[in-house]
């Protein structure tokens, strides 16, 4: 199989940093997304990872380790719009598995 | 935003009976996507199409069938709609370039109920 792992929820505080973390099987391996995903929306793209190391937009940053089968999202200077689920999606070749995604909740 | 909207938005049907959802585009995007949502799953995929009349089974394809005669239209059959099929169901596009990024844009979903 192909099991995306993440946490079900989080919750952090307004200004605060949050990292959700994604675990996934390596054999396959051809990228890695992150996703967001407010209440009844669609999903919309936020970063990409391919090679090891920390890609950083703004307030978001991601990381991956191949080797490990590791990602993590880091959101920084939490905003109440933040809240949000966030999904960590896998391309294994052609076909992409998506995580269960992380309903994060930030408070005031 | 990218050009992708679903049709219908939301639907009641009754178990057994044909449903046809719509995808359209007009970012000439060469693949799309069907997905299905559920709670604790996450996004699952049905069908793609990487060209007009070219499609494939992703996952969850049981039940399902797609097709594509034009670049703008993607369409998926449930052809005897079953309880279980009752979800959301987002359609996706997206074009590969020489970065293969190739992340995907998503349509604003359709609600399905099966009674």
């Known amino acids: 199989g192909q099991n995306i792992d993440q946490p079900t929820e989080m919750t952090a505080t307004e200004g605060a940093i949050v990292q959700i973390n994604c675990t996934y099987q390596t054999s396959g391996f051809n990228g890695l997304f992150w996703y967001q995903q407010h209440a009844g929306e669609a999903p919309t793209f936020l970063s990409y990872n391919v090679l090891d190391g920390l890609e950083e937009k703004g307030r978001f940053s991601s990381f991956l380790s191949r080797s490990k089968g590791y990602s993590y999202l880091l959101l920084k200077e939490l905003q109440m719009k933040d809240s949000a689920s966030y999904l960590c999606a896998v391309r294994y070749n052609n076909d992409m598995r998506f995580g269960a995604g992380t309903r994060l909740t930030v408070k005031p | 935003d990218a050009g992708i909207t679903q049709s219908p938005r939301h639907k009641v049907t009754e178990t057994g009976t044909p449903v046809t959802l719509r995808c359209h585009q007009t970012e000439n995007h060469r693949y799309m996507y069907w997905y299905r949502q559920d709670p604790g799953h996450g996004l699952r995929l049905i069908h793609y199409?990487?060209?007009?009349?070219?499609?494939d089974k992703g996952e969850v394809s049981d039940g399902y069938s797609v097709s594509r005669s034009k670049t703008e239209d993607f369409l998926l059959t449930l052809e005897s709609a079953t309880s279980s099929q009752t979800s959301v169901y987002f359609c996706?596009?997206?074009?590969?370039?020489?970065?293969?990024?190739?992340?995907?844009?998503f349509g604003p979903g359709t609600r399905l109920t099966v009674l």
């Open positions: 199409s990487y060209g007009v009349k070219d499609t």
């Open positions: 996706a596009i997206s074009e590969p370039d020489q970065r293969a990024t190739i992340e995907q844009f």
